[in-house]
């Protein structure tokens, strides 16, 4: 992958894993089945960009990791 690409990735992966986590920040309501099944899903999720795209960008260009 170009830079280019990578940071432009990374930036989106980022923003997609900040606006997971408002979700989460939505309730402090997780006991229903049905709440606890979304809040794993996000975690997941979440989990999932971060080791498979994020850290795969990080591994290409470590110097990324640095900037905000």
């Keep these: 992958m170009d830079r280019e690409f990578a940071l432009q ?10 606006r997971l986590l408002e979700i989460v920040k939505l309730t402090s309501d997780w006991d229903t089945e ?23 960008i990080y591994r290409s260009y470590p110097d990324m990791e640095d900037l905000s």
Excluded at 10 to 15: A, E, G, H, M, R
Excluded at 34 to 49: F, P, Q
């Design 34 to 56: 049905e709440m606890r099944r979304l809040h794993k899903a996000i975690g997941i999720t979440v989990g999932k960009i971060e080791v498979d795209i994020i850290a795969e």
């Design 9 to 18: 990735a990374k930036d989106i992966s980022i923003d997609v894993t900040r």
